[in-house]
C-alpha cells in the first residue's frame, strides 16, 4: 500500500461506487477488483436491457416510444443490477475498514516490538 492510498480519505469510494460499480474499488486502489464488479454490473444491466427491450422491436410502434413505457419492467428485471450494486458497495465498505484498521494495527504492532 503506497503512502499516497493511505492518506486519501475513504468516504468518497462509497458515492463513487454507487454512481458506477467497482469505481470505489479503483479510487481504494483495487484496480483488478473494480474491473470484475463494473463488468459484472454491465453483465447485469445488458440482462436488463435484453429483457425489457424484447418487446420493444415490435413492427407496430417506434422503438423509441415502446422503449420509454416501463410498463413492461418487473421487478426481477431490475432487481439483478440492483442486487450487483449493494453487494459491490458492500465489498467497498469492507475494504475501506480493513484499509483503515491495518494502519491502527501496524502502529500497535510497532508499539508493542519497540516497548519489549
Known amino acids: 500500500m503506497s503512502d499516497s492510498e493511505l492518506s486519501r480519505p475513504i468516504w468518497p469510494a462509497y458515492p ?18 473494480g474491473a470484475s464488479w463494473f463488468g459484472l454490473y454491465v453483465l447485469a ?21 415502446t422503449a420509454l413505457q416501463f410498463d413492461s419492467v418487473s421487478y426481477l428485471d431490475v432487481a439483478v443490477p440492483l442486487a450487483v450494486l449493494v453487494i459491490c458497495l458492500l465489498d467497498v465498505y469492507l475494504i475501506g475498514l480493513t484499509k483503515r484498521t491495518a494502519p491502527l494495527a501496524a502502529v500497535s504492532g510497532e508499539a508493542r516490538s519497540n516497548g519489549s
Not at 16 to 30: D, K, M, N, Q, R
Not at 45 to 65: D, K, N, Q
Open 16 to 33: 463513487l461506487s454507487a454512481f458506477v460499480a467497482g469505481l470505489g474499488h479503483c479510487y481504494l486502489g483495487e484496480w483488478k477488483r
Open 45 to 65: 444491466l445488458a440482462f436488463l436491457s435484453a429483457r425489457t427491450l424484447s418487446g420493444a422491436f415490435a413492427v407496430s410502434e417506434p422503438f423509441f416510444v
